[in-house]
T-cell receptor
């Protein structure tokens, strides 16, 4: 079945460090891929998305590239800030599938000053 | 505007109470969703409405009763809940599934505590 696997963490970094959160997917169809961020006590916010292979999503210094050959959508940021501390969820929706959004388990990121 | 609003922000209720959660969007989306999120877990889908009709019910207990009175509003009626139902309840909206899955936009959630 369709699934998303992401590194669970927690991940702790110092400010200005490089961030990578790995995400891989399995899908029976052609998925669109998403990264959502959840700040403490809040709902989910869309961070970025990609709808086809080789697309790069980017927002607020975060980037992720849709790699069909490795079925991956890793999240990266060159220099994290304390304000990036949050839980990050990788997710997919499959074309030809239902309206379900399939989430990874989430990765908690803490950035220390 | 990509805003989904939810009220109330916090709700405390007893096991015999009846309460409702409300969700509203003005993005012209015709699909709306209820999710339940427990601490340190991803959201779990409960219900999907597409064009104001219930299209997905993920085997949710009948003490949760969704309602979609129009294309902008989504309610979740709660009755005889259990303490294990305490969670963050998230509403989301999107265009219905077509050839390209559309982005789901989430509200801030209602933090529900059942005593």
């Amino acid at each position: 079945g369709d699934s998303v696997t992401q590194m669970e963490g927690p991940v702790t970094l110092s400010e200005e460090a490089f961030l990578t959160i790995n995400c891989t997917y399995t899908a029976t169809g052609y998925p669109s891929l998403f990264w959502y961020v959840q700040y403490p006590g809040e709902g989910l916010q869309l961070l970025l998305k990609a709808t086809k292979a080789d697309d790069k999503g980017s927002n607020k210094g975060f980037e992720a590239t849709y790699r069909k050959e490795t079925t991956s959508f890793h999240l990266e940021k060159g220099s994290v800030q304390v304000s990036d501390s949050a839980v990050y969820f990788c997710a997919q929706r499959v074309q030809g599938g239902s309206e379900k959004l399939v989430f990874g388990k989430g990765t908690k990121l803490t950035v220390n000053p | 505007d990509t805003e989904v609003t939810q009220t109330p922000k916090h709700l405390v209720m007893g096991m015999t109470n009846k309460k409702s959660l409300k969700c509203e969007q003005h993005m012209g989306h015709r699909a709306m969703y209820w999710y339940k999120q427990k601490a340190k877990k991803p959201p779990e889908l409960m219900f999907v409405y597409s064009y104001e009709k219930l299209s997905i019910n993920e085997s949710v207990p009948s003490r949760f009763s969704p309602e979609c009175p129009n294309s902008s509003l989504l309610n979740l009626h709660l009755h005889a809940l259990q303490p294990e139902d305490s969670a963050l309840y998230l509403c989301a909206s999107s265009q219905p599934w077509t050839s390209v899955p559309d982005t789901q936009y989430f509200g801030p959630g209602t933090r529900l505590t059942v005593l």
